[in-house]
């Protein structure tokens, strides 16, 4: 190779690798500061569910999370119980027919859940709602308004929350309460 044409061979190299240097450095920096998206991409949800429009009849959080009262997991309600409204002749919708489709050909809806601790970790509802006494928009945000399926967590489920909340509250921050 003739000196020169090296010269701009090893120029054009370092314009590369510096280029790219910059580019994986923006990236990092993009991730780390709030650019969280990149890495975690929010769930897709299979129906258009509307929090709202049903908090605008007379259901409670309740009537379809009922297990936060009495249980560890509230749970999400099976569709044969979303179908007893919306067979109803008043509510014609073309969401009913998708839920129908659904209650047939699968069995149930499968929603993807955006809420849930690891395996090492228990958190029980029924202490945190029914004895506690917390609104469920302390953890969830203000669902009542909610147009979309839930698709993120409004508020992260967090150790350092979790810690913060119960050193607040004067509760325990032993670590065998928290995990198991
Ligand atoms: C107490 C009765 C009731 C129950 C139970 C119920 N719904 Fe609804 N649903 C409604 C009403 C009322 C509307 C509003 C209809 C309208 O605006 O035309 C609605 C609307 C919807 C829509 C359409 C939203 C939109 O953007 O138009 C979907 C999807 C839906 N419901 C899904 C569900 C699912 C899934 C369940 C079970 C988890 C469920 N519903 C349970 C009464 C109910
Ligand atoms: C102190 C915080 C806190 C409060 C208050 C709270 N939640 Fe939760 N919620 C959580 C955590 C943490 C999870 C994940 C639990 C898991 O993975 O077992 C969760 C999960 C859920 C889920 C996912 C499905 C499931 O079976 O767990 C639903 C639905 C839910 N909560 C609804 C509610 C409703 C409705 C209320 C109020 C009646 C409420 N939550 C109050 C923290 C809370
Ligand atoms: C008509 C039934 C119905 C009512 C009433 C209802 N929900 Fe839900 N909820 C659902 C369904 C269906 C989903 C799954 C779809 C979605 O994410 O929107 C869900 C999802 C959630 C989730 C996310 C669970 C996860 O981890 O994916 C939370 C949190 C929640 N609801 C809290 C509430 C609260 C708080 C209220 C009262 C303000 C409430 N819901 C009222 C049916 C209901
Ligand atoms: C108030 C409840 C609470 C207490 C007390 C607590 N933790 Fe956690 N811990 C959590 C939550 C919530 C998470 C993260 C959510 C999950 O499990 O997905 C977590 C996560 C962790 C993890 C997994 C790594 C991570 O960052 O996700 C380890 C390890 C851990 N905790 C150790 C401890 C130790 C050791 C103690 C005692 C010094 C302790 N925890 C006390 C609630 C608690």
Redesign the pocket.
Known sequence: MKPFVKKIFTRRWAVIALTSGLVTAALSLLAGAGGLDLLDPPVRQPVSFDHKKHMETDLTCLNCHGGANKEASTGIPPVRRCIRCHEAEEIENPATEALCVFAEENGDIPWVRVYR??A??YFSHRRHVALAKIDCAVCHGDMAIQTRPVTRQAIP???DG??SC?RKQGVT???L???R
Do not use: A, L
């Open positions: 601790v690891d090492h970790t489920i967090t150790m979790g810690i119960h921050e032993d670590c309460s928290c995990h």
